[in-house]
């Protein structure tokens, strides 16, 4: 059984609403809390994909349009860079890191270059694309990012042993390839 227990707006400046939904999964004795980012309008490059999810105790699966690898790694990587020093989001770093590593032979690399340059085009953020080594550099010599990654890695354990300059290197190889 599910129930909602909150639903909060996730952009506040957006020409689309999106959303985060949060919800309680009960099952006999077991709850846990789930959430849900739904979002309308978002350019997705190439195209969206299509999953399908078999459920576990029912004979059915369900059908997701979602984003794909491409578009959810321009998103995260034109947000390190845009956000730059000010960056607050050690999860990007961590999600760009595992997801190159995991899925490193199934990424179209200049399709997903032009994915970034895409979504920096979409969000007006080109200039920060544009000096990726610049920005680079700034994110690898500031302090503050590097607090706020080694805190990260201490709070969770499965990013220990990640470089911040590991993550970073893996940016400026996505960029580098056009």
């Avoid at 369900?62 to 959810?72: F, G, P």
């Avoid at 911040?164 to 960029?175: A, H, P, Q």
Wanted: proline share 1%; with cysteine.
């Amino acid at each position: 059984m599910f129930e909602i227990v909150d639903i909060k707006n996730i952009h506040d400046i957006s020409e689309y609403d999106d959303f985060r939904v949060s919800l309680k999964a009960t099952f006999f004795t077991i709850v846990t809390n789930i959430k849900i980012d739904i979002t309308t309008g978002d350019l997705i490059i190439p195209h969206e994909v299509d999953y399908c999810y078999k459920l576990m105790f029912e004979d059915r699966s369900i059908a997701i349009k979602a984003y794909n690898i491409n578009t959810i790694l321009a998103e995260k990587i034109e947000t390190v860079l845009a956000r730059n020093v000010s960056n607050t989001r050690a999860r990007d770093f961590y999600d760009i890191y595992v997801l190159m590593t995991l899925h490193e032979n199934d990424i179209d690399r200049q399709g997903l270059c032009a994915a970034v340059w895409e979504k920096a085009a979409d969000r007006n953020s080109v200039a920060f694309i544009q000096n990726y080594q610049k920005h680079i550099a700034d994110i690898n010599n500031s302090p503050e990012v590097a607090r706020i990654w080694i805190a990260y890695c201490a709070k969770y354990s499965y990013a220990q042993g990640i470089k911040l300059g590991d993550i970073l290197s893996i940016i400026e190889k996505v960029l580098t390839i056009e």
